[in-house]
């Protein structure tokens, strides 16, 4: 979880991409609404890796490395 936390304040616009943005949430914060360029899959892909490259479970992390789509798609 304090990962998946980390990564989201570093990556405050991709984890809005991510999780959707309304019209409506962006009209109320003063913005424009945030679209995201990149398909979906390469954001979860990111996130994954900030979580699951360095887990403490080796195998975990062998895992990841082996087949990161494996944990990618239950993302």
């Known amino acids: 979880t304090s990962r998946f936390i980390a990564w989201c304040k570093a990556n405050d616009d991709a984890c809005i991409k991510l999780f ?3 019209v409506k949430d962006a009209k109320e914060q003063g913005r424009k ?4 360029g ?3 899959e390469t954001y979860y892909a990111q996130l994954a890796n900030a979580i699951f490259s360095n887990d403490e479970d080796p195998e975990v992390r062998l895992l990841f490395q082996t087949n990161p789509s494996a944990l990618i ?3």
């Open 33 to 36: 609404k945030k679209q995201s």
């Open 38 to 40: 990149s398909p979906k």
């Open 73 to 75: 798609k239950p993302v």
């Open 20 to 22: 959707s943005d309304s």
